[in-house]
């Protein structure tokens, strides 16, 4: 009985040892991530985007281009379901044949020179916020030490839930940078003003 009395008080104290190093060892629960899309995001309409864009070949102005070219028709793009995740067989609103692209593009030429600039104006069901996204660096361009790398530029922008992505091509030379800048400039402003 004495022997039965020590274990049974041994397995005790074991257990108690073992329970207070879990609970010493086990992680705390980290806090909950706030989301990156803040709750004051707004989500535009579809008739939004298409007014949006409509008064953007008129009131999308660079000081230093002039528009030659936008989207006026439906511009219907088949995909394969796979190259979208399975999740569209159309660049469209609902993913179906339908009239609601959510893709349009106004191409500018600047007055001096040969450069282009097409801005690509695409319209998601859901906000990533107010966001540069991506403008990558001319670096990786002048290491490769090829020259038609120099005259492409872009630059992708989020507007809650429209993408902008602003392209720069030049046939010929180089293309600055400060130009890129103007570009870009101008076309935050106009969101700022026209979906405010």
Not at 142 to 158: A, F, G, M, R, V
Not at 184 to 193: F, R
Request: aromatic fraction near 8%.
């Amino acid at each position: 009985m004495k022997y039965l009395l020590m274990l049974w008080i041994a397995v005790s104290i074991l257990c108690a040892a073992c329970d207070k190093q879990e609970t010493a060892s086990t992680p705390k629960q980290a806090a909950p991530v706030a989301s990156t899309t803040a709750s004051s995001d707004t989500v535009y309409s579809y008739q939004q985007y298409e007014k949006l864009f409509d008064q953007s070949s008129t009131n999308l102005v660079f000081p230093d281009a002039h528009i030659v070219k936008h989207t006026t028709d439906t511009n219907l793009v088949a995909i394969d379901p796979a190259d979208s995740f399975n999740t569209r067989s159309f660049l469209t609103k609902n993913g179906e044949q339908s009239n609601d692209t959510t893709q349009k593009q106004l191409i500018y030429k600047d007055n001096q020179g040969d450069a282009f600039t097409v801005v690509d104006v695409i319209y998601l069901p859901h906000s990533l916020g107010k966001d540069m996204i991506s403008w990558p660096s001319n670096t990786l361009k002048q290491k490769q030490n090829e020259p038609i790398l120099d005259q492409y530029d872009t630059c992708l922008i989020s507007y809650n839930n429209i993408l902008i992505q602003i392209t720069r091509i030049s046939k010929t030379k180089p293309l600055n940078l400060k130009q890129m800048k103007t570009k870009i400039s101008a076309v935050t402003d106009y969101l700022q003003k026209e979906l405010n």
